[in-house]
């Protein structure tokens, strides 16, 4: 039995590739947006309202870019923690980004052990709003 979903958001095929890998691994069951508006798209279909623990969200994308869309995610979606996963570090916007509640912040390329000590720790801490 898995541990649970986890959105993957990057616009990246082959980050969302080792991500989801990485993540499947450890039995976690992966759903993977390449922008933020399928993000939103995802996480409105079925039950992964419910059932995603976790959003692990790029920032620099087309259409919907990571930070409208944890805007968003934050919003309709308010228990389910957000971690930003960036090529670009700036202290500025993860400051930003952690004021609004966004649980971590990871530069690529992520190491592996950090990836899953992160996933593991937040996913073992559960959400902060139950429905």
């Known amino acids: 039995m898995g541990k649970g ?3 993957v958001v990057d616009d990246e095929n082959d980050v969302r590739d080792v991500i989801r890998l990485q993540l499947e ?8 947006a390449m922008d933020g508006q399928k993000a939103i798209d995802i996480l409105q279909s079925g039950d992964n309202m419910v059932n995603v623990g976790l959003i692990l969200c790029d920032i620099r994308m087309p259409k919907v870019n990571g930070v409208e ?28 980004l952690l004021k609004k509640g966004v649980k971590d912040y990871l530069v690529k390329p992520v190491e592996k052990e950090k990836l899953l000590a992160v996933v593991d720790e937040l996913i073992a801490a559960g959400k902060d709003i139950d429905f």
Do not use: H, R, S, W
């Not at 691994?25 to 993977?32: D, I, T």
């Open 5 to 7: 979903k986890i959105l």
């Open 25 to 32: 691994q450890k039995g976690f069951n992966v759903l993977e």
């Open 69 to 96: 869309a944890i805007e968003f995610l934050k919003k309709e979606a308010p228990g389910i923690p957000i971690v930003v996963i960036t090529g670009y570090p700036d202290t500025e916007l993860a400051t930003g």
